[in-house]
């Protein structure tokens, strides 16, 4: 079965500091890939995902993934990180063939200390 | 205004009480999802929906029932064999891009309390 992993589960940063959150997964064929955030008290939203194409995608308020085949790996980047980005944190796969529904990390907190 | 609506916001279970979960869309979405989250273990499928009156079984879908009788509605019912319902329930429904793929949004959840 599929299966998704996210090594850091609850990462402190200082505002500016860079940001680097690790995401692998198992399946072998074609995916799509997500990352989606839940900021404290409010919906799950989607912040930037990968179907094909270009393997360096950019998604919302200044964040980015990089999609790496040969490592089954799709790590998300910040350069300068603010409070406001204190969130949960979730990488998301869904294969390319089979059953149409995510299967998710188990999420990375963030907090970001001003 | 588009989206996802689920209700109600806080859910109180007694013991052997069956309760109903409600998801609405209005988003014309085909497909629709209900999650699971627990602290610590992110979110798990508990059934889906590609097309009105079908669904599937997602990865822990005992102890849980749905319907799909319109494309608009997905009501999840949690039963009394769920021997442990206590958690936040995220419905989501999506459509197909162009490219193929295929993106999820979710409403704002139900947080479901066992008295």
């Known amino acids: 079965a599929q299966s998704v992993s996210q090594h850091n589960h609850h990462v402190i940063l200082s505002e500016a500091a860079s940001l680097e959150l690790g995401c692998n997964y198992s399946?072998?064929?074609?995916?799509?890939l997500f990352w989606y955030v839940q900021y404290p008290g409010q919906h799950l939203q989607l912040l930037l995902k990968?179907?094909?194409?270009?393997?360096l995608v950019k998604g919302i308020k200044g964040f980015e993934a990089e999609f790496i085949k040969s490592k089954f790996s799709f790590n998300l980047r910040k350069p300068s990180v603010q409070w406001s980005d204190t969130a949960e944190y979730f990488c998301?796969?869904?294969?390319?063939?089979?059953?149409?529904?995510?299967?998710f990390g188990s999420g990375t907190r963030l907090q970001v200390q001003p | 205004d588009g989206g996802i609506t689920q209700s109600p916001k806080y859910l109180f279970r007694k013991e052997g009480q069956n309760v109903t979960l409600s998801c609405e869309q209005n988003?014309?979405?085909?497909?629709m999802y209900w999650y699971r989250q627990d602290p610590g273990q992110g979110l798990r499928l508990i059934y889906y929906?590609?097309?009105?009156?079908?669904?599937q079984k997602g990865d822990i879908a005992e102890g849980y029932s749905v319907s799909r009788e319109k494309k608009e509605s997905f009501p999840l019912t949690v039963t009394s064999a769920q021997k442990n319902p206590t958690a936040f329930y995220l419905c989501?429904?999506?459509?197909?891009?162009?490219?193929?793929?295929?993106?999820?949004?979710f409403g704002p959840g139900t947080r479901l309390l066992v008295l």
């Open positions: 988003l014309n979405h085909d497909a």
């Open positions: 998301a796969v869904i294969q390319g063939t089979g059953r149409r529904a995510l299967t």
């Open positions: 399946y072998g064929g074609t995916v799509n």
């Open positions: 990968y179907f094909s194409g270009d393997p």
């Open positions: 989501a429904s999506s459509t197909h891009s162009p490219s193929g793929g295929q993106t999820q949004y």
């Open positions: 929906s590609q097309i009105v009156n079908d669904f």
